[in-house]
């Protein structure tokens, strides 16, 4: 953490380290506290990448939504997840599903989908007893630490997405797609540039190729936008991998990723890249109550390792599609 902290005009209760943090005061109406503080909040995102609100309290799912629908221009229903998570209503759910002892690693909300959250609001109301903490890393610093030849190739291919969807791990299709239809997934993928094949199994595989890097469509700052480090086989516990592979085939892991015309990514490549994530995370450890509102373009996020229980409630919102974000490739998969 920096020690050097800055205090706004505009609210005594900022403080400007590696993590922004409002301090709200005492507050017994979240809901009020948000409506008036909106403006500032969203500016705080846009200038910082993050902002993280404390003292308001944040403790029930109505309230906590109600919090949310007033600080978002608009909630969006997941699709493509690759994880469960409980829905609360429209827009709003419970975090990922992921083994507490196991860190998810640094990515950007649904960056494989042509639309994905421009903001991501999170609220913790169980805080854990230990670690667990949403970590942040800032794309454009992340960007510019990598090779530059690593960024060139990924810039001029892109990255792909491979999928093997079954009912043994991670999201089903049905789960992913949010319907039992396969017309209507097959209809989801045309529309959002998605190849397919149904497996005799009943399974579906799916590919997408997408720009790993984008421009930011308010700052117009380029981000290293993409999860082709935490879906690569390499980010996988290797006797996990092992496993999975033994079980599914190398082309038949749950999730793989590649560059952009098909090439594998090799094991020091994501290394690297997620060693430069790392490199420059930082993390404010949850309190109970606790709102962190972050520009999903700008900012990518983690989920650290955890002890104890954690209930961190989470809302996609302010949907961005990748055409207003300047994206270097074309969707489509050769
Ligand atoms: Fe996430």
């Excluded at 913790?124 to 060139?152: F, I, K, N, Q, Y």
């Excluded at 229980?309 to 300047?326: E, F, G, I, T």
């Amino acid at each position: 953490m920096s020690s050097s902290f800055t205090t706004r005009p505009v609210d005594p209760d900022l403080r400007l380290g590696p993590v922004p943090i409002v301090t709200t005061g005492p507050t017994d109406d979240p809901d009020r506290w948000a409506a008036e503080h909106r403006g500032l909040l969203r500016s705080l995102v846009t200038e910082h990448g993050a902002v993280m609100v404390r003292g308001l309290g944040l403790h029930d799912v109505a309230g906590t939504a109600s919090v949310f629908t007033r600080l978002a221009t608009g909630l969006m229903v997941e699709t493509e997840a690759f994880a469960a998570r409980r829905s609360y209503g429209t827009g709003v759910y419970s975090s990922s599903t992921w083994p507490p002892n196991r860190t998810m690693c640094m990515h950007h909300e649904l960056s494989y989908a042509l639309r994905f959250p421009g903001l991501m609001q999170f609220a913790c109301l169980v805080s854990p007893s230990r670690g667990g903490a949403t970590a942040l890393a800032d794309s454009p610093t992340v960007l510019a630490a990598l090779p530059e030849a690593l960024v060139e190739r990924f810039e001029h291919e892109g990255w792909l997405l491979a999928r093997n969807y079954n009912d043994d791990i991670g999201a089903s299709w049905t789960e992913a797609f949010g319907t039992d239809d396969r017309t209507a997934v097959e209809d989801y993928c045309r529309a959002a540039a998605i190849e397919f094949v149904w497996q005799p199994d009943g399974g579906l595989s799916t590919r997408q190729r997408r720009s790993a890097v984008i421009r930011h469509p308010l700052t117009g700052r380029r981000c290293w936008f993409n999860q082709m480090a935490f879906l690569s086989e390499w980010t996988l516990d290797p006797e996990i991998r092992e496993y999975l592979v033994d079980l599914y085939g190398s082309d038949g892991l749950p999730f793989n990723t590649r560059y952009g015309n098909g090439d594998s990514i090799s094991r020091d490549t994501v290394d690297l890249i997620n060693q430069v994530y790392q490199a420059h995370t930082v993390r404010e450890p949850w309190q109970d109550g606790d709102l962190l509102l972050v520009d999903n373009l700008r900012t990518a996020h983690s989920r650290e390792a955890y002890e104890g229980p954690r209930d961190v409630m989470v809302a996609l919102a302010d949907p961005v599609h990748l055409h207003d974000c300047s994206p270097t490739v074309e969707v489509m998969t050769r």
